[in-house]
């Protein structure tokens, strides 16, 4: 569905982008992960076509993203971007109205209202449909961008560090909901990650950069091993995986680096 070849940034001649190619596979969950500076939101941003290369390309089923009208693309592609911002005061349900916008120009129907209603439903949000945005908690409104973003109905969402700031509880929420998307829905959806526990439970697909470059790639087995996130992270890891799921531990495991 979407793929990348020799996909490249560069500010000021500095590289924060080399040479990506790879493909992410159509209703899969997939998570970018790596240290900071490895060039993960970059990558999903030249997916999205809010940037532009400096070298390759980023294609949607098999056509340029750059070749494709900003709004053909927002019906097929919804991004929420790692900090999200609104200067008007919104009650939710007018923020989540914003995501029909591509389809109607703001001209809400009743299809666009069932749609609004049926997004705050899949977040169980429908009790702060009419709380202003600036009332709510961190993750409250960060569970209301993601409704906005679901009422796009895209087939495909990119996602920058959607957990960012969040309690657990709203953590493991949103995680869900995404898993909820690809195994009920058939929806793509890229994500950006820093917990990398979050990434190992709830992927099908990893992809991992450092320093601007994909070291690795693949299913969560082949990728979230003890050797590869040493050297992704510099840190040792210890993998323990139980019926509950896999915990990469890198709190305490034996000493040395």
């Known amino acids: 569905m979407i793929t ?3 996909l490249s940034k560069t500010y000021a001649d500095k590289a924060v982008l080399t040479e990506a190619s790879t493909r992410f596979p159509a209703g899969r969950v997939t998570s970018l992960i790596g240290p900071n500076g490895a060039g993960k939101s970059t990558l999903l941003m030249l997916m999205a076509g809010l940037i532009k290369p400096s070298q390759g390309a980023a294609f949607f ?42 389809h109607t120009r703001g001209l809400l129907n009743t299809e666009d209202r069932q749609i609004i209603d049926e997004a705050l439903e899949f977040l169980s949000l429908e009790h702060l449909s009419d709380r202003y945005i600036d009332e709510l908690s ?17 087939p495909v969402l990119l996602l920058d560090e959607p957990l ?14 995404l898993r909820r998307l690809s195994d009920e829905q058939g ?3 890229i994500l950006v990650i820093h917990d990398i526990n979050f990434a190992a439970n709830y992927s099908d697909q990893i992809v991992a950069l450092k320093s601007g470059r994909i070291q690795f790639e693949g299913s ?8 590869r996130l040493k050297g992704l992270y510099e840190l040792n890891f210890e993998i323990i995986d139980s019926e509950r799921g896999r915990v990469c531990n890198y709190f305490t495991p034996h000493t040395g680096v």
């Open 4 to 6: 990348v070849q020799n």
């Open 61 to 102: 089923e098999g056509k340029e993203v750059s070749e494709i009208p900003v709004s053909d693309y927002a019906k097929k592609v919804a991004t929420l971007r790692q900090t999200p911002g609104f200067s008007m005061r919104l009650r939710v349900n007018e923020l989540v109205a914003f995501g029909r916008f591509p």
């Open 138 to 154: 961190g993750g409250q409104r960060q569970m209301a961008f993601l409704a906005m973003t679901i009422a796009q109905q895209t």
């Open 164 to 177: 960012n700031n969040l309690d657990m509880k709203h953590a493991v929420q949103i995680m869900q909901a």
């Open 187 to 189: 929806r793509t959806v």
């Open 220 to 227: 969560v087995t082949e990728t979230l091993t003890e050797e």
